[in-house]
């Protein structure tokens, strides 16, 4: 069936380095993607979305990639830092409304920083 | 910074028993939600909600779960008769300050536990 998911279950890098995160989802009419950051015993926290009609955004220290032709999503963190240890979220939009948001999460990556 | 907050942060229930789980929107938002993550499992769509009546349901959603803004602020997720598969983090959601727009904004969770 369609689904969001994410290639990597775990990711560890070194304090400072750059982060990639992907992404890959399977249904082509999906129109908006967002990216979760979820801390341990914490609700999913915003960092950055994008949609259909962009294939990049840049925010603080991160950036969202979206290939259509490939249905895939990469999220990349600068300079990652011992705080963005976290599991990464990539979720699309299904909803057939205008106005609200069905999000389909991926299972999730484990980003690990170490120090 | 608004935020979303939720009561209780756990319950412990027996199988079988009513549970309320409750919710304080962003004012102002005019979306609201309520997802589920299971533990060690993706966040999954439950149920949307916009001008008192249920917008969007996902086949989680069956006749044992309700939703209810009894006031202005509150928004109520009510499990009739709690099952053992129920046990998860349940999390409120709320978007929009109009239709359309923002990102999903939830809150910390609450986790239930059903014996």
Known sequence: GESVGLHLPTLSVQEGDNSIINCAYSNSASDYFIWYKQESGKGPQFIIDIRSNMDKRQGQRVTVLLNKTVKHLSLQIAATQPGDSAVYFCAENRSPGAGSYQLTFGKGTKLSVIP | ?115
Request: proline share 3%.
């Open chain 2, 1 to 115: 910074e608004p935020e979303v907050t939720q009561t209780p942060s756990h319950q412990v229930t027996q199988m079988g028993q009513e549970v309320i789980l409750r919710c304080v929107p962003i004012s102002n938002h005019l979306y609201f939600y309520w997802y589920r993550q299971i533990l060690g499992q993706k966040v999954e769509f439950l149920v949307s909600f916009y001008n008192n009546e249920i917008s969007e349901k996902s086949e989680i959603f069956d006749d044992q779960f309700s939703v209810e803004r009894p006031d202005g602020s509150n928004f109520t997720l009510k499990i009739r008769s709690t099952k053992l598969e129920d046990s998860a983090m349940y999390f409120c959601a709320s978007s929009g300050l109009r239709r359309g727009t923002g990102e999903l904004f939830f809150g910390e969770g609450s986790r239930l536990t059903v014996l």
